[in-house]
């Protein structure tokens, strides 16, 4: 090898992913101790986002708002330099431009999630290949997670007390690093090559889009050969309704405002916040900018610490406190990061208990492993499948609950109390529904949908993991009254309730005809209708108490069964059996019935929560793997679960 290549200085190809920052990002700082003679902060559109993973405008926009600002950062920097966007998947991309761009380095931040972590192997073997070194660094989580797992003996984190001790064998949480002043020219970037088209699949954000998806049909540089960013337009989808922007910036000074209020910050509770506070919300709705990387959650962490210890007396503590939450966000993200792909599932996961709610997922074989498939399930029964899209809908006859779900729809995100309600009502607190269906809306919806966190806290909410006091229960009705008794919040979201009596805004059905004709209101019809017409709210969808009490015996049969996710019974069906045998009535194929009498074909009919008209076989007779596993792993009792009512079986 000549001296002069010897001594050639770096060419590096920055990955931005889910890290759209410059402020205490170790693996940008990894770039730049590399002296690199050229630096590339590229950006690639990946197939697999863009069509496989269920996301509303209202998220598209937030990560177009994070980029937008990035790139603005990056510029200011260097007015050579932006955030350059490529429109290909990283697997087929970077071999190519490994040789075009005659790169050296490959610097990215590490993921947790099962395909990412497929999708980088596949991008470091092909670097290898072309003899390109890659440097990465952890970044999202406090800790480094596959690190939490070494130190938990190889197992997923099921409580925040396992998490704080391997936390405390690997030693303290990294302060943040700041961001760089400079950053070097990008070189030349030429694309002379085919661009290869993102592959023949089902479209999950079909139903979102309003006009001609046009993402990877104007070349690998964009329209205009520039690597803009993309925009709604591009991507065929109509304007965001959230009022929520992203950004770096905006996170910065979102969180100087947070932390200027000492005695919030110091003494948070989340337990203590309203889920029906609004303009403005009762918590940080920073939850957003960390799941796109445009804040650190270490900076997020040191800031609080540094609050609290300045505070002293009084101050708050986890798991109630700001620092709580983020430890709560590292639990889930280092549990994924054990479990892997089942981590997202009932099926094949050691760690999930197996309940036969109403409404299972269908599967395939993805060669990742068997796999639920997005939004597609089973109508075991109809009855079932009704509560569900009216859950979905926010036309419940619930009001609280309804306000919640159009809130979600609208702006994308909802108080994480709200969301504890509504996901308990979908599973075990009324509707018996899989909590895979809540998980599949809330991904589609949620601006801070995080796979990591939102399968564990369906799995939270459901008690098929991380917490077992299935017993406690929130009240459509109670819940919402110990935070906002005249119902504002309901007035807001539900306008056709806006002038109902204060004494019946949460049970409407229980109001006399002359309280509803004063406020103009008619109870009828399911809601599902498209023109319900002005005034007319849904009929209430059960009895609560009734539900309760049929959910919690199928829930205490089903905890004394103890089946998990990766037992052969759950996944050969002889658990309908078991629970045949132990008397149980409200279960998949049985129960939560309109009184058809094929709602108990087990068999059932095929949906999906997009209306669209796929549909993918399930994989009968499915092998998986056993994992070693604690039954006892979830918590006895969660930091909410003093607001929450208690029932006895």
């Avoid at 070349?219 to 959230?242: H, S, Y």
Wanted: proline share 6%.
């Amino acid at each position: 090898m000549s001296k002069s290549v010897t001594m050639a200085k770096p060419r590096v190809i920055y990955w931005f992913r889910t890290d759209l920052r410059l402020h205490d990002s170790p693996s940008l700082k990894a770039a730049l101790d590399l002296q690199p003679e050229v630096l590339w902060p590229i950006f690639t559109w990946d197939p697999h986002y863009v069509y496989s993973v269920k996301a509303s405008p209202n998220r598209w926009q937030y990560l177009l708002d994070c980029q937008e600002d990035l790139s603005d950062s990056i510029r200011r920097l260097n007015p050579k330099s932006k955030l350059f966007v490529l429109r290909e998947a990283p697997q087929t991309l970077f071999p190519k431009l490994f040789v075009a761009w005659r790169v050296t380095h490959l610097v990215f931040e590490r993921d947790t999630d099962a395909y990412a972590r497929e999708r980088d192997k596949a991008v470091i073997d092909a670097a290898r290949k072309a003899g390109v070194e890659v440097v990465t660094r952890y970044g999202r989580t406090l800790w480094d997670s596959d690190q939490v797992v070494a130190k938990n003996g190889g197992q997923p984190t099921m409580s925040i007390a396992q998490l704080q001790a391997a936390g405390y064998k690997i030693g303290e949480i990294p302060k943040p690093i700041s961001a760089p002043k400079h950053l070097p020219d990008p070189g030349e970037m030429p694309v002379d090559f085919d661009q290869e088209q993102a592959p023949e699949t089902v479209d999950l954000n079909a139903t979102h889009r309003s006009k001609t998806d046009k993402t990877f049909r104007s070349g690998i540089a964009g329209p205009n050969g520039d690597f803009a960013i993309e925009t709604l337009e591009e991507l065929g989808f109509p304007a965001a309704t959230t009022p929520h922007r992203g950004g770096e910036t905006l996170a910065l000074e979102q969180l100087d405002k947070i932390m200027a209020d000492e005695k919030y910050a110091a003494t948070f509770r989340k337990p203590k916040t309203s889920p029906a506070a609004f303009e403005p919300q009762s918590t940080t709705l920073l939850s957003p900018h960390m799941h796109f990387g445009a804040l650190s959650p270490r900076l997020f962490y040191w800031r609080a610490r540094e609050v609290v210890e300045r505070y002293g007396k009084g101050a708050s503590t986890p798991p109630e406190s700001l620092t709580g939450q983020l430890l709560f966000r590292d639990m889930y993200f280092a549990a994924q990061a054990a479990i892997g792909q089942p981590y997202t599932q009932t099926l094949n996961n050691s760690h999930v208990r197996f309940i036969p709610w109403h409404l299972p997922s269908e599967h395939v074989d993805t060669g990742r492993g068997t796999s639920a498939v997005s939004g597609e399930y089973y109508i075991d029964s109809p009855q079932a499948d009704e509560w569900f899209r009216r859950w979905r809908a926010g036309v419940t006859g619930f009001p609280f609950v309804d306000a919640l779900m159009r809130q979600l729809r609208i702006e994308g995100w909802i108080h994480h109390l709200g969301r504890h309600m509504v996901a308990c009502f979908l599973t075990r607190g009324g509707c018996y529904v899989h909590w895979e269906r809540g998980a599949d809306v809330f991904e589609e919806l949620l601006l801070d949908h995080e796979p990591a966190s939102n399968a564990g806290n369906w799995q939270w909410l459901s008690c098929t993991a991380f917490f077992s006091q299935y017993y406690r229960c929130y009240s459509p009705v109670a819940f919402g009254q110990k935070w906002d008794k005249n119902g504002d919040f309901i007035r807001k979201w539900v306008p056709e309730l806006k002038d109902l009596d204060a004494k019946y805004i949460y049970e409407p059905w229980k109001a006399p005809r002359g309280a509803l004709e004063r406020a103009g209101v008619r109870i009828e019809g399911n809601g599902l209708s498209n023109d319900p017409g002005d005034g007319v709210y849904p009929k209430v969808m059960f009895d609560f108490q009734e539900r309760k009490r049929v959910c919690m015996s199928a829930m205490k049969r089903a905890f004394s069964i103890g089946l998990h996710g990766d037992d052969e019974a759950a996944k050969d069906g002889t658990w309908k059996e078991l629970f045949e045998k132990a008397g149980e009535t409200e279960m998949e194929g049985v129960g939560g019935s309109d009184g058809d009498e094929d709602a108990d074909d087990t068999e059932g009919e095929h949906a999906d929560d997009a209306d669209h008209e796929s549909r993918r076989p399930v994989i009968k007779g499915r092998d998986g793997g056993k994992h070693a596993r604690n039954r006892s792993d979830a918590a006895k009792e969660g930091p909410m679960d003093r607001h929450v009512k208690k029932f006895k079986v």
